[in-house]
Protein backbone atom coordinates (compact mmCIF):
# COMPACT_ATOMS: atom_id res chain seq x y z
CA UNK A 1 0.00 0.00 0.00
CA UNK A 2 2.41 2.71 0.79
CA UNK A 3 4.58 1.70 -2.36
CA UNK A 4 1.11 2.57 -4.48
CA UNK A 5 0.71 5.81 -2.19
CA UNK A 6 4.36 6.81 -3.55
CA UNK A 7 3.41 5.31 -7.14
CA UNK A 8 0.32 8.05 -7.47
CA UNK A 9 1.93 10.85 -7.23
CA UNK A 10 4.67 9.99 -9.53
CA UNK A 11 2.26 8.98 -11.82
CA UNK A 12 -0.22 11.91 -11.97
CA UNK A 13 3.46 14.09 -12.21
CA UNK A 14 4.45 12.51 -14.90
CA UNK A 15 0.83 12.87 -16.82
CA UNK A 16 1.20 16.80 -16.04
CA UNK A 17 4.49 16.68 -17.25
CA UNK A 18 3.15 14.69 -20.06
CA UNK A 19 5.40 12.88 -23.29
CA UNK A 20 7.99 15.72 -23.97
CA UNK A 21 9.60 15.27 -20.19
CA UNK A 22 8.96 11.73 -20.10
CA UNK A 23 11.09 11.83 -23.52
CA UNK A 24 13.88 14.33 -22.20
CA UNK A 25 14.05 11.80 -19.35
CA UNK A 26 14.57 8.29 -21.39
CA UNK A 27 17.19 10.01 -23.88
CA UNK A 28 19.08 11.06 -20.89
CA UNK A 29 18.68 7.89 -19.35
CA UNK A 30 20.04 6.12 -23.19
CA UNK A 31 22.94 8.68 -23.18
CA UNK A 32 23.90 7.04 -20.16
CA UNK A 33 24.06 3.84 -22.13
CA UNK A 34 27.37 1.96 -23.25
CA UNK A 35 28.17 2.78 -27.03
CA UNK A 36 27.94 -0.89 -28.40
CA UNK A 37 31.46 -1.61 -29.80
CA UNK A 38 30.01 -2.73 -33.16
CA UNK A 39 28.48 0.76 -33.50
CA UNK A 40 31.60 2.43 -33.38
CA UNK A 41 33.74 -0.23 -35.53
CA UNK A 42 31.05 0.77 -38.06
CA UNK A 43 31.63 4.53 -37.62
CA UNK A 44 35.08 4.18 -37.61
CA UNK A 45 34.98 1.90 -40.84
CA UNK A 46 32.11 3.70 -43.26
CA UNK A 47 31.76 7.54 -42.05
CA UNK A 48 35.03 9.10 -42.40
CA UNK A 49 33.24 12.75 -41.74
CA UNK A 50 33.35 11.08 -38.19
CA UNK A 51 36.67 10.47 -37.42
CA UNK A 52 36.93 13.96 -38.75
CA UNK A 53 35.09 15.53 -35.71
CA UNK A 54 36.41 16.54 -33.17
CA UNK A 55 36.16 14.37 -29.88
CA UNK A 56 33.65 16.23 -27.98
CA UNK A 57 31.19 16.20 -30.54
CA UNK A 58 31.57 12.70 -32.19
CA UNK A 59 30.74 11.68 -28.26
CA UNK A 60 27.69 14.09 -28.72
CA UNK A 61 26.96 12.17 -31.87
CA UNK A 62 26.83 8.98 -30.15
CA UNK A 63 24.16 9.99 -27.89
CA UNK A 64 22.02 11.64 -29.87
CA UNK A 65 22.01 8.02 -32.07
CA UNK A 66 21.18 6.15 -29.13
CA UNK A 67 18.23 8.39 -28.75
CA UNK A 68 17.72 8.25 -32.21
CA UNK A 69 17.81 4.25 -32.81
CA UNK A 70 15.76 3.87 -29.91
CA UNK A 71 12.89 5.64 -30.80
CA UNK A 72 12.48 5.20 -35.08
CA UNK A 73 11.43 2.71 -36.72
CA UNK A 74 13.36 0.77 -39.61
CA UNK A 75 11.57 -0.85 -42.40
CA UNK A 76 13.23 -2.60 -45.51
CA UNK A 77 11.65 -2.62 -48.60
CA UNK A 78 11.68 -4.81 -51.69
CA UNK A 79 12.87 -7.79 -49.86
CA UNK A 80 15.74 -5.65 -47.68
CA UNK A 81 16.21 -6.99 -44.40
CA UNK A 82 17.68 -3.75 -42.30
CA UNK A 83 20.80 -4.93 -40.24
CA UNK A 84 22.54 -3.43 -37.48
CA UNK A 85 25.19 -1.33 -39.78
CA UNK A 86 22.46 0.31 -41.79
CA UNK A 87 20.33 1.47 -38.82
CA UNK A 88 23.97 2.75 -37.47
CA UNK A 89 25.14 4.84 -40.45
CA UNK A 90 21.72 5.92 -41.35
CA UNK A 91 21.28 7.14 -37.93
CA UNK A 92 24.68 8.42 -37.77
CA UNK A 93 24.37 11.06 -41.00
CA UNK A 94 20.52 12.26 -39.69
CA UNK A 95 21.84 13.35 -36.08
CA UNK A 96 24.36 15.55 -37.60
CA UNK A 97 21.48 17.73 -38.20
CA UNK A 98 20.35 17.96 -35.01
CA UNK A 99 24.04 17.34 -33.52
CA UNK A 100 23.58 21.08 -31.51
CA UNK A 101 19.94 20.89 -32.07
CA UNK A 102 17.24 19.27 -29.93
CA UNK A 103 16.56 15.79 -30.90
CA UNK A 104 12.93 16.76 -30.70
CA UNK A 105 13.01 18.74 -33.86
CA UNK A 106 13.14 15.15 -35.71
CA UNK A 107 10.26 13.56 -33.62
CA UNK A 108 7.87 14.18 -37.19
CA UNK A 109 10.23 11.40 -38.57
CA UNK A 110 8.12 8.12 -37.49
CA UNK A 111 9.28 5.59 -40.32
CA UNK A 112 12.44 4.86 -42.04
CA UNK A 113 11.80 3.16 -45.32
CA UNK A 114 15.10 1.05 -46.83
CA UNK A 115 15.56 -0.17 -50.23
CA UNK A 116 18.50 -2.01 -51.42
CA UNK A 117 19.46 0.90 -53.98
CA UNK A 118 17.49 3.32 -56.15
CA UNK A 119 13.94 3.13 -55.88
CA UNK A 120 11.41 3.74 -59.05
CA UNK A 121 8.06 5.75 -58.59
CA UNK A 122 6.03 7.14 -60.91
CA UNK A 123 5.46 10.93 -61.06
CA UNK A 124 2.85 13.41 -62.76
CA UNK A 125 4.43 16.06 -64.50
CA UNK A 126 3.00 19.03 -66.41
CA UNK A 127 4.48 21.18 -68.68
CA UNK A 128 4.66 24.97 -70.17
CA UNK A 129 1.54 24.52 -72.20
CA UNK A 130 -0.34 22.38 -69.36
CA UNK A 131 0.06 19.14 -71.12
CA UNK A 132 0.27 16.13 -68.31
CA UNK A 133 2.19 13.28 -68.25
CA UNK A 134 3.32 10.71 -66.46
CA UNK A 135 6.92 8.86 -66.52
CA UNK A 136 9.02 6.82 -64.12
CA UNK A 137 11.94 8.38 -61.95
CA UNK A 138 14.52 5.92 -59.91
CA UNK A 139 15.42 8.08 -56.87
CA UNK A 140 17.99 7.78 -54.07
CA UNK A 141 15.86 9.34 -51.62
CA UNK A 142 12.77 10.75 -50.52
CA UNK A 143 11.06 13.01 -47.65
CA UNK A 144 7.48 12.94 -47.35
CA UNK A 145 5.59 15.74 -45.11
CA UNK A 146 3.67 12.74 -42.99
CA UNK A 147 6.84 11.66 -41.30
CA UNK A 148 8.41 9.15 -43.61
CA UNK A 149 11.98 9.20 -44.81
CA UNK A 150 12.77 6.77 -47.84
CA UNK A 151 16.39 6.41 -48.28
CA UNK A 152 18.48 3.87 -50.94
CA UNK A 153 21.07 1.92 -49.09
CA UNK A 154 23.44 2.04 -52.09
CA UNK A 155 23.70 5.72 -51.93
CA UNK A 156 23.73 6.30 -47.65
CA UNK A 157 26.29 4.00 -48.38
CA UNK A 158 28.21 6.05 -50.58
CA UNK A 159 26.88 9.27 -48.86
CA UNK A 160 29.19 7.92 -45.85
CA UNK A 161 32.01 6.97 -47.56
CA UNK A 162 32.47 10.00 -49.52
CA UNK A 163 32.62 12.89 -47.18
CA UNK A 164 33.90 15.83 -49.91
CA UNK A 165 31.50 16.07 -52.69
CA UNK A 166 28.66 17.59 -51.25
CA UNK A 167 26.15 14.60 -51.80
CA UNK A 168 24.86 12.84 -49.18
CA UNK A 169 21.10 11.23 -49.34
CA UNK A 170 20.68 11.28 -45.63
CA UNK A 171 21.71 14.62 -44.97
CA UNK A 172 19.82 15.94 -47.96
CA UNK A 173 16.50 13.94 -46.69
CA UNK A 174 16.47 14.78 -43.07
CA UNK A 175 17.12 17.92 -44.18
CA UNK A 176 14.01 18.17 -45.29
CA UNK A 177 12.26 16.80 -42.09
CA UNK A 178 13.94 19.37 -40.21
CA UNK A 179 12.41 22.04 -42.69
CA UNK A 180 8.74 20.89 -42.12
CA UNK A 181 9.54 20.93 -38.17
CA UNK A 182 10.59 24.68 -38.34
CA UNK A 183 9.69 26.04 -41.89
CA UNK A 184 13.20 27.08 -43.08
CA UNK A 185 12.14 27.47 -46.85
CA UNK A 186 8.75 28.89 -46.24
CA UNK A 187 9.95 32.63 -46.52
CA UNK A 188 12.56 32.58 -48.97
CA UNK A 189 10.38 33.39 -52.17
CA UNK A 190 8.77 36.44 -49.96
CA UNK A 191 9.09 39.46 -51.82
CA UNK A 192 10.97 41.34 -48.75
CA UNK A 193 11.20 38.91 -46.21
CA UNK A 194 11.66 39.47 -42.85
CA UNK A 195 14.56 38.27 -40.83
CA UNK A 196 18.09 37.40 -41.40
CA UNK A 197 17.50 33.86 -42.84
CA UNK A 198 15.16 34.48 -44.83
CA UNK A 199 17.21 37.32 -46.50
CA UNK A 200 20.44 36.07 -46.23
CA UNK A 201 19.45 32.60 -47.53
CA UNK A 202 16.20 33.86 -50.01
CA UNK A 203 18.63 35.69 -51.68
CA UNK A 204 21.24 33.06 -52.45
CA UNK A 205 18.55 31.01 -53.57
CA UNK A 206 17.81 33.60 -56.16
CA UNK A 207 20.97 33.96 -57.04
CA UNK A 208 21.59 30.21 -57.97
CA UNK A 209 18.41 30.27 -59.79
CA UNK A 210 19.47 33.12 -62.31
CA UNK A 211 23.24 31.20 -62.58
CA UNK A 212 21.89 28.17 -63.55
CA UNK A 213 19.27 30.17 -66.04
CA UNK A 214 22.47 31.90 -67.51
CA UNK A 215 23.90 28.27 -67.85
CA UNK A 216 26.75 28.69 -65.50
CA UNK A 217 28.08 26.10 -63.67
CA UNK A 218 27.46 27.20 -59.54
CA UNK A 219 29.15 25.84 -56.95
CA UNK A 220 26.17 24.47 -55.63
CA UNK A 221 24.04 21.43 -56.91
CA UNK A 222 22.14 23.45 -60.03
CA UNK A 223 19.22 20.96 -58.19
CA UNK A 224 19.01 23.45 -55.45
CA UNK A 225 17.59 26.02 -57.60
CA UNK A 226 14.23 23.88 -58.52
CA UNK A 227 12.50 25.22 -55.29
CA UNK A 228 13.18 26.85 -52.11
CA UNK A 229 12.91 23.73 -49.80
CA UNK A 230 15.31 21.86 -52.22
CA UNK A 231 17.78 24.43 -51.55
CA UNK A 232 17.92 24.07 -47.96
CA UNK A 233 18.48 20.46 -48.50
CA UNK A 234 21.48 21.05 -50.78
CA UNK A 235 22.91 23.46 -48.92
CA UNK A 236 22.33 21.42 -45.60
CA UNK A 237 24.68 18.72 -47.96
CA UNK A 238 27.45 21.12 -48.48
CA UNK A 239 27.67 22.68 -45.67
CA UNK A 240 28.76 19.51 -43.85
CA UNK A 241 30.92 18.00 -46.85
CA UNK A 242 31.83 21.12 -48.28
CA UNK A 243 32.11 23.19 -45.12
CA UNK A 244 35.71 25.38 -46.07
CA UNK A 245 34.47 25.78 -49.67
CA UNK A 246 31.00 26.69 -48.67
CA UNK A 247 32.39 29.53 -46.29
CA UNK A 248 34.36 30.92 -49.34
CA UNK A 249 32.11 31.28 -52.47
CA UNK A 250 29.17 31.94 -50.41
CA UNK A 251 30.16 33.64 -46.73
CA UNK A 252 26.65 34.88 -45.42
CA UNK A 253 25.13 31.63 -46.64
CA UNK A 254 27.79 29.96 -44.70
CA UNK A 255 27.43 32.08 -41.76
CA UNK A 256 23.39 31.53 -41.78
CA UNK A 257 23.54 28.03 -41.77
CA UNK A 258 26.46 27.87 -38.79
CA UNK A 259 24.01 29.71 -36.84
CA UNK A 260 21.10 27.08 -37.67
CA UNK A 261 23.05 24.07 -36.99
CA UNK A 262 25.53 25.72 -34.25
CA UNK A 263 28.55 23.93 -35.76
CA UNK A 264 31.75 25.39 -37.70
CA UNK A 265 32.73 22.46 -40.11
CA UNK A 266 34.77 24.35 -42.05
CA UNK A 267 37.74 23.85 -39.70
CA UNK A 268 36.81 20.11 -38.99
ZN1 LIG B 1 14.93 17.06 -51.93
Known sequence: MPSLLLALPLLVIALLLGQPAWRAWRQRQLATQPFPAFWRRVLQ???????????????????RMQAFLAEKAFIGCRGLEVT????????????????????????RVRQILV??????VRRRHTDAAGVVSEANE???????HEGQVILSWDDTLASAAEPHDGYNVVVHEFAHQLDDAL?????????????????????????LVEAV?????????????????????????????????LAQAHPALYEAFSRLYRLSPHVW
Do not use: N
Open 45 to 63: RRMPLFRRLPPDLQQHLRQ
Open 115 to 120: YPGAFV
Open 183 to 207: GLSTDLEAEAPSGDWARTVGAAWRE
Open 84 to 107: EEMRVLIAAQACLLVLQRPLSELD
Open 213 to 245: DRGEAPFLDPYGATAPEEFVAVVSEAFFEQGPE
Open 138 to 144: ALSGESW
